[in-house]
């Protein structure tokens, strides 16, 4: 039996390469007859260049930039073999770079992501891949462009918060990146501001209250306005703007960057299509399946592509929201694995994630692989 293994990462648990060489490995053990081979998958967020170097090659890079907080942080990059390069904002400005009691999006910056671009345009690149989510900013990129070399005029000396910041940008002055093409893949849908945009989505899970959502939101479409006046005239509510805290907007009014959907681009330049014609099964998996697992994810992907090729795919996940059976049905999965069968809590879980896995995937396996 020739079987892809192609999990996601189990985000702030277990990285795809990791989760790949588990399953892989687990396999061996019970069924030395099976064939895996390792294609690890990404959306765009973290985890993309580890995919990309696993799938691709390339040659890795480390820069020193600055976290969310401003401290000193190693951002690693990926240049490709076509000599375009590829980056993460998750590698310099991502939630995982905090620790819990550090997250205050009010003091939380972009720039970091702004330097490492930066960095790359200075070394010559004209094409740059860069790899939105899983951010712990909420700043409608106005930390990046600034480290770009944006110019922001503000009418208040007063500016000790992020927000107070965005709402105090009076008028902005733009540098010419014409020279260098720069692609963002996003991994969500949301616009900047609403009840769908970034802030009301993804930032109670940064650490904005609930009570705080509003003046955040007001603050960055007042941003955000004044950019689409001064800058580029692009549409924030079209699906993706709302990515990594505002960055996918950011990067198209500053960069004039195209927005495409990561988790299809991972897909295409690892070579995902040619190896599924060569499986008789896909073995694939992420932290979490819920609803949100069927709207454009790695995991959806995943299920679309082996369709047509009418190939079973199983999915391993930290835990599964709703019944299992039909959270399958509605993703087109053979069968979806929970690994935390004891029940244990969600922080031991993702402590011992590794044995999880690979217990889960040996328990699993005389059963998996009946289906062909």
């Not at 580890?50 to 691709?56: E, K, P, R, V």
């Not at 992501?113 to 989510?133: D, I, K, N, P, S």
Request: glycine letters at 12%; hydrophobic letters at 45%.
């Amino acid at each position: 039996m020739n079987v892809l293994v192609a999990p996601d990462s189990f985000k702030g648990s277990l990285s795809a390469v990791r989760a790949a060489e588990i399953i892989a490995a687990a396999i061996a053990r019970v069924d030395p007859a099976a064939r895996c081979l390792m294609l690890p998958q990404a959306d765009g967020g973290e985890g993309t260049v580890d995919a990309l170097y696993l799938g691709l090659g390339g040659r890795l890079h480390l820069h020193m930039v600055t976290d969310p907080l401003g401290r000193p942080v190693q951002a690693r990059w990926l240049q490709l073999p076509d000599g375009s390069a590829l980056v993460e904002s998750a590698a310099c400005i991502g939630l995982p770079l905090l620790r819990e009691d550090e997250r205050e999006p009010d003091l939380q910056r972009s720039d970091g992501l702004g330097l490492l671009l930066r960095h790359l345009h200075e070394r010559g690149y004209t094409t740059v891949y860069c790899g939105l989510g899983g951010s712990a900013t909420n700043d409608a990129g106005l930390g990046m462009a600034e480290a770009l070399g944006v110019r922001m005029q503000y009418r208040s000396s007063t500016r000790r918060t992020v927000r107070e910041t965005l709402l105090a940008v009076d008028a902005i002055e733009a540098v010419a990146c014409d020279d260098c093409r720069m692609i963002a893949l996003v991994d969500v849908r949301n616009p900047l501001c609403g009840e769908r945009g970034a802030t009301a989505v993804y930032g109670p899970q940064k650490g904005i209250p609930l009570s705080d959502i509003k003046d955040w939101d007001q603050a960055v479409a007042h941003f955000a306005s004044v950019a689409c006046r001064d800058v580029r005239a692009v549409d924030p509510d079209a699906p993706g703007m709302g990515a990594a805290g505002g960055l996918g907007f950011a990067l198209s009014c500053f960069t004039g960057a195209e927005l495409r959907p990561g988790a299809a681009f991972v897909r295409t330049y690892t070579g995902f299509d040619a190896a599924l014609m060569h499986a008789d099964l896909v073995i694939t998996g992420e932290g979490r399946i819920d609803a949100q697992s069927t709207e454009g994810k790695v995991l959806s992907g995943i299920c679309g592509a082996a369709v047509q090729y009418q190939i079973p795919v199983v999915a391993f996940a930290g835990d599964i929201v709703g019944e299992s059976t039909d959270i399958a049905a509605s993703l087109g999965l053979a069968r979806a694995i929970g690994i935390n069968e004891g029940g244990r809590s969600a922080a031991h879980a993702m402590r011992e994630v590794e044995a999880l896995l690979d217990a889960a995937v040996t328990r699993s396996w005389p059963a998996i692989s009946a289906m062909r």
